[in-house]
């Protein structure tokens, strides 16, 4: 079988204005181990150095690194390498064999990762119940289509719908005016898209990753031109969980690297921090995948 | 559970007056009229006073409340009309020993399921595999905090602490549980403040009656405290948190300074190498026990998944770490949930292999079809509630709404039924009550506190704090503002007094006497901020006097005299673009008055004030808590329908009364500790720079000898030295020995060198900072500086421009230097920045 291997950096710094005194942060960027995907070498390195860190796993099995920097500081650089090898072959749709409609009776309690299922199912934050939710979702309605195929309709109808606009939200826009602008990041659209199949019972989850990108023909790849990428996986008893990325409207394939899954956004956050000091902080990001290799 | 209390013998003398609602169960007298177990004595010593007794218990209780300046006690007077506030009722809800024992055991029973509960969601989750209780009641609740998975009540983490169930009787004598609160519950501190307050009212009833005592119970909830602590640390160092907003923090307070617990705001503590430190006047002090009265989900922003202002990053950790423990667990919220009612019975059995012996009000959980089908049929009397999803539904009751309102219920219900449960409505019992009308039945509600012990015995407190409807018979609402009763729980013999502080020194908890920087820096506020009302408060008398009187018959210069008075004091204050502003000579002067939002208002720096000082309230003797409250409602109510300037003069003379009585009490009750080094430091200070201000102003005017005369008698009359200039010199005001006055004489105590002189005494009291030198360092050479400008101008009673330029300036960089202490006291003391280390 064909396979590939990239080589990411992914760079998170955080510059201030004033001085910082003591910050305290929480990083989801080591990638899980029950993807399907082969980690090669991954670590982390936080400058300056913390002077108190530790690893743990969270409650959906992600591996979370705490760290503290006590000295006053004037910028934080969180540096996640990343070595990791990919099959190459197609995805393909797969049949879960249900209508949505009788999916909710055929789950089980737990989801292979031995999580609980309802965590997938209730709403949350940035994805709660709402009226204008159902509502959105009620075209793709299909009765007795198969689950699968709905959330593969529903990946097209947000593609087709939406607009990718850099800048337009932010991580506290809510979802109302997301669906009322029909614009966005992939953030949004995966929100959206876990919103609506939860709305209906049908158990979705928010990946967090990286996605390469190719540069035109002839053209050199530029650095710092990746950025970290997120899509949606959705689950039947009969296909498992299944991906899908509605900002491409595409099934994710080799070219996609996952990292962490969560209820949404705010569960898998690559960097948290809480800032103790004076000025203001901005933060700069930049993610580099580079293939290293194919192997045949 | 029944509680049916025998009745005493058919002698129906005592208590004639009171008569119970026919059909509604009483709890002090049967339906026959018999006075139930209990209630003898209370009606007795009713019959003996009368009504007029009754009315005087009902003026003292409030009197003495209102005196303590505590819980019921509004503390912004702009809450008041929003949220109103819980009075007390002198007559106690009465409890005979064998009633109390039923209680007791229910409520017990109650605590230890639900630390089970506790310990089974933070742990293996049985009850959601064995589908006990629906997964959706537990996850879908914001209260349950999913990363806590892995603090698990038991070892060195610990469990609920104290919690609080509502209880009430119903027409059958039956008893059910009404509430379950568990993240920081409401009404401890009420209740121990109750207790203080009717027995200071009704002294020998409490005694005759053999009321048990409530510090036995707090003796044993220091020792189960002490035996929290992680690890095996000798005298493990404990602290309150309090994150509640100020409005709301009196009781608390009340409770803190009555255990002599220090409590400490979430901005007080730091997480520092995995453990928790608070930020004191002395450096980092380790804390091993956080007995918290703040939301869970709210307590650590870093493992949060929604915004929180506050709280205190990295405390999980540390938590988990066991290297701190935390009272009660910051995931036990989600045990309030009323969608774990129709399940307890069931939970009980599984957990507690017994019969659950309090059952809870009958409730539906509508995410099961066939209870929402009862539910929507049933709806116009029931009781509909939010399980505590993400949702800011408030509590509905059927009864109350109209036709479209109900339909619009029905159809939220419909559409997300597993977010709402619908409960019966309980008709409660009712107790007496004293009213204007005498003694009143009315609908009572007991919220009873417990823990359970490291042995997994419970301890109910013997009290608790029953609330009551203002109105005969009717619910009790528990959210609003209503009317609260102190509950006596007999023994057959008197128990001996016992004193809760004195308890806690005994057990083997550290309370550390030190004075986190939060508090440090409000006491130094308290100082400034009323040093700095005084100071505006006699600008504004002199410039009103000047409005009223006039101080020059030539009309110009009157209106120089004002605009430059008005022009320095906004410069010190940094309101120049106010000045600008303002519209007229009235309305600048108005900005040093009533302008809530001007900071050179009195009105502001009022408000400032009473900030400062309510944060600190348990530093306060009884008196300058008084006072305090008094400064700003005579100044609230005093100016609240002012317009005209000439209104204010007479105000402005009692609030300067105010303030002196307010300083002069603290000089009389305040023990000489770093509280009180820090609110004189800031007194002082304050005083200096405003002395320092304005004479360097003067300075540098350069006007004609008439209005540079009215400045200088102004100048005497702002800082109170009119008299003793005249006394001393027998002369008109001239600026050379005004110099030598305000700024040189030691002996004179508004002189800057006196403010000087005792700022270094107070200095002196404070502890050697560990980052930085200490403060006094920084004062010898403004001293130094002081006396050489002093000796400059001694023999130059005009004084010459020339003096008057190189003094102004030298009194600016005085200025300055000041204005550096000051800093450099926050710094070292309140914010414990860790020094910069440059590269």
Redo the contacts between chains.
Sequence with gaps: MNHVRYQIQHQTTYFYTGRIDLCHSLAHLEPRGDCDQEVIDHKIKVTPKPDSKSVRKDFLGNTTHYFSVQGSHTSLEITSQLTVEKSTKTPVLPKSELPWETLKIALSDLDPSKTRMVHFLLPTRACPHADFIREFLRPSLIAGKDVVALANDLMTRIFNEFQFLTGATDVSTPIQSVIANRTGVCQDFAHVMIAALRSIGIPSRYVSGYLETIPPPGVPKLKGVDASHAWVEVYSPATGWVGFDPTNNKLPDSQYIKICHGRDYFDVQPVRGIFIGSGKQSLKVSVDVERIKESV | MDVVSEESSLDSKPGSAYQPLAGIRDEAKSPKGAIRTGWTEVFEEIDEFGEAGLQKWRSDVARISRKRGLAYHPVAVEEIKTKGTWSLDPIPWNFPPETWKKIEEGVGQRNRLFEAILKDIYGP?HL??EKLVP??II??HRGFL??L??VTPGDAIAGLGISAFDIAVVNSGRLFALNDRFDSPFGLGVALENRTVVNAVLPELFRNCHVRRLGYFFRDWFDHLAASAPGNREAPRIVILDSRPVTQDTEISFLANYCRITRVSDADL?????KVHLKALTGLEPVDLIWKFAAGRDLD???S???IDGGV??IF?AI??KNVAVVSHPGCEVLQSPGLYPFLPKICERLLSEPLLIPPVATWWCGNPSAKNYVLENLNHMVIKSVG??SDFQTLYGRNLSFDELSWLTARIE??PQQYIGQEELNLSTVPVATDQGLRPRGAVMRTFSFVGKDGKPNVMPGGLARVSKEDGGIVSTRKAGESKDVWVRSHSPEKPISIARELTQSCLTTPQITPSKMAENLYWTGRYAERTDFITRFAARLLDGRTFGFSHDPEIESRHEALLLYSICEMNQCLSWLDNAPNPDAKIHLLLNEPKCPVSIAFNLKQFRGAAQSVWEKWSRASILAIESIWNSWDKGTGDLFHLNDYPSQLDETQLQLSAFFGLNLDTMTRDDAWALLEAGRRIERTVNIVGILSFLLKQEVEPVLEHLLDESILFISDSLGTYQSKFMNEPLTGPIMQLLLGDAGYPRSVKFQLNRLGEVLAKLPDPKEYDHPSTFLKPIISKLDRIVLKTKHDGEMLPITRTVSAKDLQSLYKEIFHLSDHITQSYFS??????EP
């Design positions: 989750q959601i595999s997964a959706e996850f879908g999913p990363d998975y892995d730091t997480v520092r190498n995995g922003p870093l493992e998944n929604h915004p990053p990295g950790s988990r770490e999803h993400h559409a997300r414990h920045a860790v020094r910069i280390t």
